[in-house]
């Protein structure tokens, strides 16, 4: 918890951005019966029945001090498709950082790895090398700050029902646009005096010396 709360307090820097990466699925859901727009004096209806028609995986990606974010829909949520956004992150949002500042939690796939599982040593070793991992601890989740983005994002645009990959996609590219272009950036306040002090529970007992 320290570890990430003082990645927290280092000052921007555009030659290693911190950029804070989560996942979640979104179940896809039809309708089975036509949903009644709104008119003058009706709000919008919609049948309490509907149809489920599986689920898509939304990687993650922001950088909570420059306000910028990125998500990738995904059939799944594999070694390879993490390795693949890790790829991205380094070759196509930040070719110019040298190396990246990267928070996430210790989900099983997110480990070297999966790197090369997906790659060649080289290239695996190449993509490694441009990033400074630093994982969440166990029921510490909330410590990452892409949760923040995924709670916007599930209130502005996944709150509703959406039935198929390619309309999730293009929804959520949409509010990806738009949040880009209002420059959101993160306040993160809590700090590691705070910790000592809130969550006092968590740190050992200091036996007096005798």
């Given at each position: 918890?320290?570890?990430?709360?003082?990645?927290?307090t280092?000052?921007?820097?555009?030659?290693?951005?911190?950029?804070?990466?989560?996942?979640?699925?979104?179940?896809?859901?039809?309708?089975?019966?036509?949903?009644?727009?709104?008119?003058?004096?009706?709000?919008?209806?919609?049948?309490?029945?509907?149809?489920?028609?599986?689920?898509?995986?939304?990687?993650?990606?922001?950088?909570?001090?420059?306000?910028?974010?990125s998500?990738?829909?995904?059939?799944r949520?594999?070694?390879?498709?993490?390795?693949?956004?890790?790829?991205?992150?380094?070759?196509?949002?930040?070719?110019?950082?040298?190396?990246?500042?990267?928070?996430?939690?210790?989900?099983?796939?997110?480990?070297?790895?999966?790197?090369?599982?997906?790659?060649?040593?080289?290239?695996?070793?190449?993509?490694?090398?441009?990033?400074?991992?630093?994982?969440?601890?166990?029921?510490g989740?909330?410590?990452?700050?892409?949760?923040i983005?995924?709670?916007?994002?599930?209130?502005?645009?996944?709150?509703?029902?959406?039935?198929?990959?390619?309309?999730?996609?293009?929804?959520?590219?949409?509010?990806?646009?738009?949040?880009?272009?209002?420059?959101?950036t993160?306040?993160?306040?809590?700090?590691?005096?705070?910790?000592?002090?809130?969550l006092?529970?968590?740190?050992?007992?200091?036996?007096?010396?005798?």
């Amino acid at each position: 918890m320290e570890e990430i709360l003082t990645v927290y307090t280092r000052p921007l820097d555009p030659a290693q951005p911190l950029v804070c990466m989560d996942e979640t699925s979104k179940q896809l859901v039809g309708e089975v019966r036509v949903p009644l727009p709104a008119s003058p004096g009706h709000p919008a209806r919609e049948d309490t029945e509907y149809e489920r028609r599986g689920t898509a995986n939304l990687f993650l990606l922001c950088a909570p001090l420059v306000g910028w974010r990125s998500v990738t829909v995904t059939e799944r949520r594999t070694r390879t498709d993490w390795a693949e956004l890790m790829r991205d992150l380094v070759d196509v949002h930040f070719p110019e950082a040298p190396r990246i500042t990267l928070v996430l939690d210790n989900l099983n796939t997110h480990d070297p790895a999966s790197l090369y599982q997906t790659f060649a040593p080289a290239e695996a070793r190449r993509i490694l090398d441009r990033l400074e991992i630093h994982h969440t601890p166990k029921h510490g989740s909330w410590l990452n700050m892409a949760e923040i983005e995924f709670s916007v994002l599930s209130r502005q645009c996944l709150d509703r029902r959406i039935d198929n990959p390619t309309t999730l996609a293009t929804e959520v590219a949409a509010w990806v646009t738009a949040r880009n272009h209002d420059g959101a950036t993160s306040d993160w306040r809590f700090t590691t005096d705070d910790a000592r002090i809130k969550l006092r529970h968590l740190y050992p007992i200091q036996q007096p010396v005798t």
